[in-house]
Every structure is written in structure tokens, then in C-alpha cells.
């Protein structure tokens, strides 16, 4: 894959955006979470508040009906606001804290006192003034209450002022996020739209070239057949060096067929080179073989020059090989008959120069 330097940007900046909304979302989830946790436990604070608060008016409403039940001497009736009393003093005991629990205990006490003087005659002075106690009481519970209600619901405002905030702040990001990846896509679009349109000129402009190229050898093929069909009693020399110019030029031919048989394979239209070791002199050498038979159809020779020994590289020996051949028969095409297309390799600070010099114009 050929390495488009403005694609991997915007696939970077589309990558970094993905994981900082996978980030945010995260943190958005966690602080919904705790809120939602302390606004459960908030309300059920202020629930249980209210409930005691509720049962704190009750019983001094029910502590007054005693008293006024005792002093009537209404037994059954007594009876029955006793038990509710009693009633609701245990209910208000088992929702209590562990903390006041002692204190709780303490009311259920005093409860027992209460239905032992409301049923003892001549205690109607000692029931009232344990009742105005208890009532007194009663009246510091259900204002302590109230303002523990009142504190729970500006905690409540708090949370859910929060709870606004950090969705508005979450939305923000997302939206501030959504442009940014859509400006990573729209620039990895248009870096990907440019490269394939690189891709396409590329091609055209190989194809155009190609069909050029191989209309040469096409028509010399052609050429080469009709003048030996046109003989009536051609010379087997003759007709052999015909052959000779028609196998050069079909080899031609199959050099750039695997030329275009490449590209075809190549990925996005572009060369996918090997990296593998190879022999320079030995790829020269091949190059320059393959070339003979060509050079020899326009009566060029070819004087191949290479230092003693292997030359190691490493790279993609085929492709390496194409490209010598394309530029040894470039040059063999503009030589001038009879003379010489020299190909040489020098070695020098380790590095090698391949050189094809033919007399041609230029």
C-alpha cells in the first residue's frame, strides 16, 4: 500500500476523535450514574424525613385526644387511642437511626408511662404535664423535620443543577467532537478523492503511453508477415531473418503485456515492490539477454560491462529487471543501425550506477 501522508493524518484525527467520545461518553455515563445514586439516596433521605415528621404530627395530635379522653373517663375509646398511640410510637422507633435508637427507646418508655396515667384515676395533672412534655417534644421533631426536608431538597436542586450541567457540558463535547470528525472525514474524503484521481491520470497516461509503444511493434509484426506472404518463391534467408524480426518484436510485446499484466495486479493502480536480496550483475545480465534478440532485428549490437563478482542488493529484483529492459530497448529503438548500445555498471562508495548510452539523438 503506497503511503498517503494527508489520508493517515485525517484517519488519525478520525481515530483521536473516536476515542476522546468514547472517553466522554464514559465520564458522561459514570456522572450520571453517581448522580442518579445520590439523588436515590437523597430522596429516600427526604422520604424518611417527611415519614417522621408525619408521624411526629400524629402523635401529639394523639397525645391530645388522650388527655382529653382521660378526662372524660371514655374507656373503650381511651383504649383504642392508646393502642394508636402506641402503634404509632413503634413505627417511628423501627424507622429511627441506629444512632438515635436510645432516644427512641426512651419515647417508647414514656409512651408506656402515658397509658399507665391515663388509666390511673386522680393522675390527670401528672398526664397532662407529661403529655405537654411529650407534645413540647413532639413540636421540636417535627420543626427539626421540616428543615431537614428543607435541606434535602436544596441538596435535591444541587444534584440535579449538576445533573444539567454535566449533560450540557457532554453535549457540548459531542457537538464540538461531531464537527471535528466530520472535518477529519471530509479532509480524509477529499485526500482519498485526490489520490484516486492521481490514480486515474496515472493510468490513463500508462495506457495512452502503452498503446503507443505497442503499436510499433504491432505494425512491424505486420509489416514483417505480409513482405514474406508477398514473395512468391521467397528465400528460406530471407524468410528465416523475417522470423527473426518477428520473434524480436514478440518479445517486445510480451515485455510490456507483463508491464501492463503489473499494474493490473498492482494495488490502487500503483507498483507493490518486493524487498527481497538479488544480484545487480546478474539482473543487468538478464536484462541485456532478454534485449538481444530485439537489438539484433535493428542491427544494433549490445556491449554489456559489469564488475567481477556479485553485487548484492536488495529490492524487487523483477521490476528492477523491467525497468532496464524498457530503457535498453528505448534505446535500441533510436539507435542508429550498426552501431552500439553500451550498458555498463559501476560500483563507487558503495553505490551502483547502471548506465544505457546509445548514439541516437538524444
Given at each position: 500500500m503506497v503511503h498517503d501522508p494527508a489520508a493517515a493524518v485525517a484517519d488519525g484525527r478520525l481515530a483521536w476523535g473516536t476515542r476522546l467520545a468514547a472517553v466522554l461518553f464514559a465520564v458522561l455515563v459514570a456522572a450520571l450514574a453517581g448522580l442518579v445514586v445520590a439523588f436515590a439516596i437523597s430522596a429516600r433521605g427526604a422520604n424518611r424525613q417527611f415519614v417522621l415528621a408525619s408521624l411526629s404530627e400524629r402523635q401529639a395530635a394523639a397525645v391530645s385526644r388522650i388527655v382529653a379522653l382521660a378526662a372524660t373517663g371514655q374507656g373503650p375509646a381511651l383504649d383504642a387511642a392508646l393502642t394508636d398511640y402506641e402503634g404509632l410510637v413503634r413505627q417511628e422507633a423501627g424507622l429511627a437511626p441506629a444512632e438515635t435508637q436510645p432516644h427512641r427507646d426512651r419515647e417508647v418508655a414514656r409512651a408506656a408511662a402515658l397509658a399507665k396515667l391515663a388509666r390511673t384515676p386522680g393522675a390527670q395533672a401528672r398526664l397532662e404535664e407529661l403529655a405537654r412534655a411529650i407534645d413540647g417534644q413532639e413540636s421540636g421533631e417535627l420543626q427539626a423535620g421540616r428543615l431537614a426536608l428543607a435541606r434535602a431538597g436544596q441538596r435535591s436542586m444541587v444534584l440535579a443543577g449538576l445533573l444539567a450541567a454535566v449533560a450540557l457540558a457532554c453535549a457540548g463535547c459531542g457537538a464540538w467532537l461531531l464537527w471535528r470528525s466530520n472535518r477529519a472525514l471530509a479532509a480524509m474524503v477529499q485526500a482519498r478523492t485526490a489520490r484516486i484521481e492521481a490514480v486515474d491520470a496515472s493510468r490513463r497516461l500508462f495506457f495512452a503511453k502503452a498503446s503507443h509503444e505497442l503499436r510499433t511493434p504491432v505494425t512491424a509484426l505486420r509489416s514483417a508477415a505480409e513482405v514474406a506472404l508477398d514473395q512468391p518463391d521467397p528465400d528460406p534467408r530471407i524468410l528465416r531473418e523475417t522470423l527473426g524480426h518477428v520473434v524480436a518484436q514478440a518479445g517486445f510485446l510480451t515485455h510490456r503485456i507483463e508491464e501492463l499484466l503489473g499494474l493490473a495486479s498492482a494495488d490502487d493502480g500503483r507498483l507493490v515492490l518486493a524487498d527481497a536480496p538479488f544480484d545487480l550483475a546478474?539482473?543487468?545480465?538478464?536484462?541485456?539477454?532478454?534485449?538481444?534478440?530485439?537489438?539484433?532485428?535493428?542491427?544494433?549490437?549490445?556491449?554489456?560491462?559489469?564488475?567481477?563478482?556479485?553485487?548484492?542488493?536488495?529490492?524487487?529484483?523483477?521490476?528492477?529487471?523491467?525497468?532496464?529492459?524498457?530503457?535498453?530497448?528505448n534505446g535500441l529503438k533510436f539507435a542508429p543501425m550498426e552501431t552500439v548500445l553500451a550498458v555498463s555498471v559501476t560500483v563507487a562508495d558503495g553505490c551502483a550506477e547502471v548506465a544505457v548510452r546509445d548514439q541516437g539523438p538524444g
Open positions: 546478474q539482473v543487468v545480465a538478464e536484462a541485456v539477454a532478454a534485449a538481444q534478440v530485439y537489438a539484433a532485428s535493428v542491427d544494433v549490437a549490445i556491449a554489456l560491462a559489469v564488475p567481477d563478482g556479485p553485487l548484492p542488493m536488495q529490492g524487487d529484483a523483477r521490476w528492477l529487471r523491467q525497468a532496464l529492459l524498457a530503457v535498453i530497448e
